[in-house]
């Protein structure tokens, strides 16, 4: 059974930082690719973040680019996003995702197979 465990959402206010973590089973951390994706009040689940941790490739949404950085440490088996210079459009639902077959990063909800259960991030402004 492939399990992921997101922490580390909160509130935050306007500028500020927030690191979350999706800690995954040992099966689920054979896959070579990982994500995150984030879900705002009435819009649909989009994709924000991937790495290929055996490769160490990034791909990032362009809104994230530079304030954002998806990084794994294997030996624990978890991904990390750091959300820096945060904005209230970053306000979400953040889930982690793994996509079991992949080797490049699709940004397409479909592909991944298993998800966390999310994690809510609020910025205030």
């Known amino acids: 059974q492939v399990q992921l465990v997101e922490s580390g959402g909160g509130l935050v206010q306007t500028g500020g930082s927030l690191r979350l973590s999706c800690e995954a089973s040992?099966?689920?951390?054979?896959?070579?690719?990982m994500a995150w994706f984030r879900q705002a009040p009435g819009k649909e689940r989009e994709f924000v973040a991937g790495i290929n941790w055996r490769e160490g490739r990034t791909r990032y949404e362009d809104l994230v680019k530079g304030r954002f950085t998806i990084s794994t440490d294997n030996a624990k088996n978890t991904v990390y996003l750091q959300m820096n210079s945060l904005k209230p459009e970053d306000t979400a639902v953040y889930y982690c995702a793994a996509d079991a077959g992949a080797t490049n990063i699709f940004t397409t909800l479909g592909r991944y197979e298993f998800w966390g259960q999310g994690t809510q991030v609020t910025v205030s402004s």
């Open positions: 040992r099966r689920a951390f054979s896959v070579s690719v």
